[in-house]
């Protein structure tokens, strides 16, 4: 116990010696931490301010297909519920892209003319401390999107972020961002291959009967060949879609699958139809029963009858995206325009003091305890007569 005891008698010893060199030298450690503290406040004061301003906005929504629904329904396509096969995150994160790509940002420095502003020569150098300056995030619940811009003029803030904004709405103009425009362009490329085949069938036709003039066909052939063509037109029309709906969905997908199914039927449908109809290398037309010159007239009539119903499937199917696209338009919507902020972001008055003054406490207690034990050392006569060897040694001339 009494070992103990004079532990304890010790410890706080030591810690009343550690009080009293703080009280000793409390005006050195005031004066060093207010010091700091008031060129810290003046810092702060003369520190050029920055601005935040914000905009929110709400990125196009995938819909249901609604009249695509409707229309595709009365000609059999096989895409017909598969809209909205984006998710919402990836719609999300196909924006906060754009609003990051370079076109869009040296569309706004253009605009602002912000090379000159930023003292910068090139437009490289300019887009670094624009990205520094902007922040672009999303909501993981909502989906909103919140474009935060920084400048030193709160006006200018609020109209780069508002800038933003439009940009977006220019480049989604240009663009296939929505599953509707990338049918639409789909098609469209579909479209002009049909129509340069079913121009040659055309003329095709035309030259035969320039050259042999025009033969009646039994009008009951004309409907097994009008049909048969049709069948295949459909079939080739289903192959299209299935193209199209390969490039956005899984094999998994149970729409894909039945229009795969449907697929199936309607060529197991034309193999039976042609098999009734005749024999040989072409059903259509079997030996004996038309000359070769009948036959070959039917052959280009019925090349022509089907690019002419594909045409006509791929037009109306074309029309559908083009309607669906005209819908489901990129419409960007703003939640909350960006306005004139009232107060600086930058510098951080409360932050730089709390930094400022928790340091200069640290180094002025550190100081007044080296001071302290300087002092100690020199009262000692043994430790003064080693630091003037020190110092004679330590001299150029020792």
């Known amino acids: 116990m009494p070992a103990e005891r004079l532990e304890h008698a010790e410890d706080e010893i030591n810690l009343l010696d550690y009080l009293i060199v ?9 004066g060093v931490t207010f ?14 301010k ?12 995938q819909g249901s297909a609604g009249m695509a629904s409707q229309l595709l329904s009365q000609v059999g396509s096989s895409l017909t519920g598969l809209s909205g096969v984006l998710s919402g995150n990836s719609q999300t994160d196909l924006y906060l892209g754009m609003l990051q790509s370079r076109s869009v940002l040296d569309n706004i420095i253009k605009r602002f003319d912000l090379k000159k502003r930023y003292h910068e020569e090139t437009f490289e150098a300019a887009r670094k401390k624009l990205t520094k300056n902007l922040r672009v995030q999303a909501d993981a619940k909502s989906n909103v999107i919140v474009i935060a811009v920084e400048d030193r003029e709160a006006q200018q803030a609020a109209d780069l972020a508002n800038a933003f904004v439009t940009e977006l709405r220019w480049l989604t103009k240009g ?5 509707a425009a990338q049918r639409r362009l789909f098609f469209e490329d579909q479209l002009k291959g049909s129509r340069e085949s079913l121009t040659k069938a055309e003329e095709g036709v035309r030259g035969f009967q320039e050259r042999t003039g025009t033969l009646q066909v039994d009008e009951q052939v004309k409907a097994v060949i009008k049909n048969i063509a049709q069948l295949r037109a459909e079939i080739a029309s289903k192959e299209v879609e299935l193209r199209v709906v ?15 199914e449907t697929l199936d039927g ?6 039976k139809l042609e098999s009734k109809t005749g024999s040989g290398s072409d059903p259509l037309m079997p030996a004996g029963r038309m000359p070769s010159v009948g036959t070959e007239y039917l052959r280009k009539l019925r090349d022509l ?15 559908v995206a083009r309607l669906d696209e005209a819908r489901e338009a990129a419409v960007i919507q703003v939640i909350d325009p960006a306005v004139v902020p009232e107060k600086s972001v930058k510098p951080k008055m409360a932050s730089l003091l709390a ?14 305890f080296f001071l302290e034990k300087r002092e100690t050392m020199f009262r000692q006569p043994g430790n003064r007569q080693r630091l003037e060897k020190l110092k004679q040694y330590a001299s150029l001339g020792g």
């Open 266 to 271: 309607m060529k197991a449908q034309l193999a």
């Open 35 to 48: 010091s700091c503290l008031a060129f810290a406040a003046l810092l702060g004061l003369t520190l050029p």
């Open 175 to 179: 663009l296939a961002v929505t599953e």
């Open 355 to 368: 930094v400022f003054g928790c340091a200069s406490l640290l180094f002025s207690i550190l100081l007044a």
């Open 50 to 61: 920055s601005y935040r301003a914000e905009t929110r906005i709400l990125p196009p929504q």
């Open 246 to 260: 390969k490039t956005y969905a899984k094999p998994s997908n149970p729409d894909l699958q039945k229009a795969e």
């Open 305 to 319: 009858k089907f690019n002419e119903a594909l045409f006509e499937m791929l037009l109306k199917q074309y029309e």
């Open 22 to 30: 703080l009280l000793k030298w409390k005006r050195l450690i005031l």
